[in-house]
């Protein structure tokens, strides 16, 4: 299975790329994460920042292939545990379809993203910064593959 985090933001500090990169390197070879980094969408002085959205929205939607699903990271969304995450992936490789997760910027996904994805996915009520949000992202979802893998990294 293919599974690519979509993100919005590029030039993490190395903390995030090394924490990110030591999850992804744990992954077995049929569940291949790959990150794609777009850039933030123009925001300054005079702009609105629904357009900034918009157009990051537009760059996200254009990365994802017809046909592939679609989870939007959304702090309005459903929340789910580890056990229910593992449960889902379960799903998702089941489904012989890959599978891209999205990730916004500091204003969050574009509407458009948001009613594109068939599922969408609390990791928390709290606001997290984006750089982090990667690494939980990735942790969690290697604590997901090692419960269906039966292994003991869960316990």
């Given at each position: 299975?293919?599974?690519r985090?979509?993100?919005?933001?590029?030039?993490?500090?190395?903390?995030?790329?090394?924490?990110f990169?030591?999850?992804?390197?744990?992954?077995?070879p049929?569940?291949?994460?790959?990150?794609?980094?777009?850039?933030l969408?123009?925001?300054?002085?005079?702009?609105?920042?629904?357009?900034?959205i918009?157009?990051?929205?537009e760059?996200?939607?254009?990365?994802?292939?017809?046909g592939?699903?679609?989870v939007a990271?959304?702090?309005p969304?459903?929340p789910?545990s580890?056990?229910?995450?593992a449960?889902?992936l379960?799903?998702w490789?089941?489904?012989g379809r890959?599978?891209?997760v999205?990730?916004?910027?500091?204003?969050g996904?574009?509407?458009?993203?948001?009613?594109?994805?068939?599922?969408?996915?609390?990791?928390?009520?709290?606001?997290?910064?984006?750089?982090?949000?990667?690494?939980?992202?990735?942790?969690?979802?290697?604590r997901?593959?090692?419960i269906?893998?039966?292994?003991?990294?869960?316990?």
């Amino acid at each position: 299975m293919r599974l690519r985090i979509i993100a919005i933001g590029t030039r993490m500090p190395g903390w995030v790329v090394d924490g990110f990169a030591e999850y992804a390197r744990r992954m077995p070879p049929e569940l291949r994460v790959e990150l794609v980094e777009l850039p933030l969408g123009p925001r300054g002085k005079g702009q609105a920042v629904e357009k900034a959205i918009a157009h990051e929205g537009e760059a996200m939607l254009k990365a994802v292939a017809p046909g592939d699903g679609v989870v939007a990271l959304d702090v309005p969304g459903r929340p789910w545990s580890t056990a229910q995450l593992a449960q889902q992936l379960r799903r998702w490789q089941e489904s012989g379809r890959p599978y891209n997760v999205l990730i916004g910027g500091p204003d969050g996904l574009a509407p458009s993203c948001l009613a594109r994805a068939e599922q969408s996915w609390s990791l928390s009520p709290l606001t997290l910064p984006h750089p982090l949000v990667r690494i939980i992202l990735m942790e969690q979802l290697y604590r997901a593959h090692t419960i269906n893998a039966g292994h003991p990294y869960h316990k």
